[in-house]
Each structure stands twice: as structure tokens, then as C-alpha cells.
């Protein structure tokens, strides 16, 4: 078969000779003691070289603090999500485009080499080659005590499991047997496979190369039980919190634990414009950690520079109140790319065998989804500006067919009515509630985050317009991680959450978050366990569509040919229309962002999504600056 590369680099200047560059004022003071190396060596001989006004952008200065709001803890990860520096990144138009890597050379789908640039450094100053990759590859995940489920499951296609090799410094070699189509756009997540890590710091904490009693001393200290778990400890590339780990991400944490996390600028990041400034042009950021309440409180009171996160639709009015009332912010309205912005997802796992046969029962997902007002929800809460109908791609995306997002969504209690008299659930009690087969009433528990008021607001009015069904509505709010594991657990009933991340997917997008891969689709945890665990976990899919969606996701990854791949999305979107397993209500509800008016190369209109963008990091956040940008305080 003939060899097809496809030579993947970015529109950018590679060659550093045609810039002057400036040190930067942040770390002057540094690099005049000797602690810190000029601009020139800290810099990759190739760096990604952006030229702002080719992308309609302005040249930014050094200097400032960007404070943003978060309302946990483990949120600090979110440094990661927004500063984006990915091995392959995600363009403004949704391409790929390398970005860690200087170039990818792609062979038949199968074979993948990439290209380090050389001269990259840790944000510690240690060089960034492909021993980082060896390491992860042959210390990290294939080492049973640390990754003890084995290499994960992108590198196993058909069943075989692919091969990385090291040809020098600067070259890492991903190879398999039949296409893995799905390798590069996993590395451009906002939370991606890290494959590799910074090995100089994590060989101390690993028992192959660290001295027996130093590493026994660090695991005594440490209060854990063994080397291993140490390792997994100090090694959090995305959770990004143990400050002493190098990353290759635009800022750095600075911080131990508190509610004020600062992050400052990386002295060795990899990209500068076209100018000769290295990015990112901000020195810090302040992130504080505030009750979930209070987001809209403190972005209204001026305390934040940029804010998204914790901030929804009903919160709109409040803020531009406070625009007018003499607040120094703008605030923004972005597209959300989820592809629902409410959906509720009936558990087809719940270990309650009788409501569990009720749920798998098409006819009462289509009800429930027949029995919900999706205008008077929007009118009541969005203004009319959400797009109403069931959970689907959004009308962006080129494989949107409008009959997909009105099955079984349109407001018909009598149709709805009929299907459960269909079903024999004729039953009813004093108060009207339908009757279970074993003569429980119909009291449908919808579990939720309790994080956004919208759900709760829209959920009231679904307890009116299915009590019109028969069916009581019971709302049980929870926090966010106790919901996930209650329903991956199988002893939630039905929850409620986002639709699909990605709404926004083309033919050249894998299909597989539509197919009972993975547990975080609340509709079928324990089938996503067994696929995600080759059967050591799980139950094995055991209705017929979720099974053709498997056959399908299975049958896009063996083809490269563009209309097969169109035609494999259409039956899957079909199919998930036709059964309704994710019952949305409404998508494409404007998303507040909040941007101080000294902020600049913020997108007046852009598309707030999680994957693929990461939020704000498609929009590349390490390009925002401020028009009246300070120095700081050297670090």
C-alpha cells in the first residue's frame, strides 16, 4: 500500500534569526545575578514564532496579574486546560496544528513521528527530549507497581498493542499495526494522555534509579505506603499541584496549599511573537479559591480579570448591572460547544432491577423526553436564546440534521401518556402517581451537582409537566464527585449534567464518546467500565443499539475514507435520537464571560467548550495582555 505523510507545521516563522529578542522584565533580575540564563538560551533553537498580526491580533506587552476565581481545590488544574501548551493543539478553526511538537509526520494512520524542538527546556531548565518519552513509556506505564492496569488504551488497537521507539534526542517513534486515527486529537485534549514526563525530576521517587534508603526515607515522609505510590503523587502533570514538578506549560505554580494560588510566568516556555517577546505576555496568575456562590458576587464586585468558570447564564443580568453601574469589565456572551446544555441521563445500569427494566424500555425515555416544555424552560430561564430540542451535535457542527435534534422533543404530554399505557403502567395511586410493576409509585430520583441554579430552575419545571405523566420528579442535589460515583456505581437513578463535550464534531472526529466506551457517559457506566477495562470491570453491553454503536465506533477507526466516516456519524447520531439515552433540553445557551476592560485579545465572540478548545485555551490565553501591564516584583 502506498506511504501517505501528511506533514503537519504551523503558519509560523520557525527561524529565530529574523527576530530581535527581548529579555523579558519579569526575570531581568535573575539573569543580571547568573541565576537564570538571557532570553537566547532559554529559548528552543526552533521556538514556535507567532505573528499576532496575521492572526488579527494585537502585539501584547509583559507585566500584570490576571486574577480569576475558582471554587475548589483541585481546580488549580485548570492552569493546565487554559494555558494549552499541548504536543498538538486545536487552531481557532477548530484544525490541528503542532505545537509542543516542531512537526508530525503521520503515516497511513498508523505510524506517527514526532519531532521535539530541540533546545526545549523544563520550565526547571532541563532539556525536553525523548528520554521524557522512554520514561513514560517504559518506567511509568509499562512498570506494574505503578500502572498496574497496563499501558493505556489508545496504544491497543484490534487487540495488539502498538510499539514507541527513541531514534535520537529529538525524534519519538508511535506505531501500531492498523490505524489509530484518534492519536493526534487525543493529544490535543484539554485533559490529554501526557506521554511523557519530566524523567530528571521523577527518577528520584522511582525505585529503578533512586538509591534504597534515600527513596525509603522520601516514602516515610511522605506517609504512604510504597515507592509507587510516591511516584503517583509527585507525578500529577494535569492535576498540577505539587509545585515542584517541571511543566512545559505557560505558567508555573508558585504556590503550596491555600486559597491563593499564584502561577508565574515559565522562563523556558517555547513560543515568542513575531517580535522577539516571549509569551505568555502576562507574569502572573492569581487564582482564589471562593465559595461556589460567590463567583458572580466577587466578577461583579471587580475582583477578577477574566472569569467563565462558575459563572452561568442566569447571572448575566447582575453583571451587566454592574457594567453599567461603573464596573471596569465588559461582559461577554460566548456559544457554549457542549452539545447540551441540560440533559438528563436515566441510569440503564441502576441496580434496581425493576426501575432498571423501566428505563431500558425505549418507549419511556422517549416519554420523559416527550413530557418535558423545552420553550417554557427556555423562555423562563435563557430568554428564548437557547436552541430548544434533544441532545445532539449542534447546528455548527457540519454533520447536524435537524430531524436528530426534534425526535421525540417536542412537547406532546398525550403522546407521552400513551407510551407509558403502552408500556402497562396504567397503575395509579390516591395522588395520581403511576404504579411500578411491583406497585411502588413512579417516583423518578434525579440526581445533580448542585452547582448550577439554571438545572435546578429547570428541573422545577420539569416536575410540573411530567406530573402530568404520572411521574414524580425528586431532585437530589449532591456534590459533584459523590454524584459521579454514585452513578458509576450503578445506585443513582438518573442524573443530569452537560451533554457531550464535543458538540461541535466533524466526519474526521472519532465517533467513540457515542458508543459505550467509557464511564462518564451517565447513561451506561458500567458498560463504559467493561469496555474500558477489556472486561475486568463492568457489565457487558446487553441491548442491541448500544452494541451497533460499538460495532460502529469500531468500524470508523478501520476507515480513512471521508464519506464512510460521514455515513458511520449519521447511524450513530441516528441511533442516539432514536433511543434517547441522554434526554437534552435545550443547547447553545450563551455563555457569560467576564473580561476586565484592560484586558486585551480576548475574542468579542468565540465558543466557550471544553474539549476541543479547552475552554480558553484554544483562544490561546497566553496572548492576552494588559494595555496598562506593570512590573512586578521578581519572584
Partial sequence: ???????????????????????????????????????????????????????GRQFGKQGGTLRTLVTRSKDVRQMVVYGYARLMGYGTDYELYPDILHRVDVIEDRKYILHLRPGHRWSDGAPFTSDDFRYWWEYVVNNPEITPSGPPEFMIVDGKLGSVTFPDAHTVVFEWETPNSNFLPLLAQAS??????????????????????????????????????????????????????????????????????????????????????????????????VGGGLVAAKTNAGEVDLQARGLDFPDVSILKKGETDGGNYRTLLWASGVASQIAIYPNLNFRDPVWRDVMRDVRFRRALSMGIDRRMINRALYFGLGKEGGMSVLSQSPLFEVQNAYRSAIYYPAKANALLDEMGLTGRNQAGIRLLPDGRPMEFVIETAGERQEVENALAIVTDTWRELGIKLVMRPLDRDILRNRVYAGISMAAVWYGWDNGLPSAATSPKYLAPTNQEFFAWPKWGQYFATSGSAGEAPDMKPAQHLLALAEDWSHTTDPK????????????????????????????????????????????????????????????????????????
Avoid: C
Wanted: glycine fraction near 2%; avoid cysteine.
Fill in 1 to 55: 500500500m502506498r506511504n501517505f505523510i501528511l506533514f503537519l507545521a504551523l503558519l509560523a516563522t520557525p527561524v529565530l534569526a529574523q527576530t530581535t529578542l527581548q529579555e523579558t522584565s519579569f526575570w531581568a533580575q535573575e539573569v543580571q545575578a547568573g541565576d537564570l540564563p538571557p532570553i537566547a538560551e532559554r529559548l528552543p533553537d526552533l521556538p514556535l514564532v507567532v505573528d499576532l498580526e496575521a492572526k
Fill in 192 to 289: 490529554p494522555p501526557f506521554i511523557y514526563r519530566p524523567a530528571h525530576y521523577l527518577k528520584q521517587f522511582h525505585s529503578a534509579f533512586a538509591e534504597p534508603e534515600a527513596l525509603y526515607e522520601e516514602v516515610r515522609r511522605a506517609r504512604v505506603k510504597s515507592w509507587a505510590a510516591l511516584h503517583n503523587k509527585r507525578d500529577n502533570m494535569y492535576k498540577f499541584d505539587n509545585p515542584h514538578l517541571p511543566t512545559l506549560q505557560p505558567w508555573v505554580n508558585a504556590s503550596n496549599r491555600g486559597s491563593r494560588q499564584l502561577f508565574v510566568r515559565n522562563p523556558y516556555y517555547h513560543r515568542i511573537d513575531s517580535r522577539g517577546l516571549q509569551l505568555p505576555y502576562i507574569d502572573v496568575v492569581n487564582m482564589t479559591i
Fill in 564 to 635: 464512510e466516516r460521514r455515513a458511520i456519524w449519521s447511524d450513530m447520531l441516528e441511533i442516539h435520537a432514536d433511543q434517547q439515552y441522554a434526554i437534552g433540553i435545550l443547547s447553545e445557551a450563551p455563555q457569560p464571560v467576564v473580561v476586565s476592560k484592560r484586558l486585551r485579545n480576548v475574542p468579542e465572540h468565540a465558543i466557550w467548550a471544553y474539549d476541543p478548545g479547552a475552554h480558553f485555551g484554544v483562544h490561546r490565553i497566553d496572548e492576552f495582555y494588559f494595555d496598562d501591564a506593570f512590573e512586578q516584583v521578581t519572584q
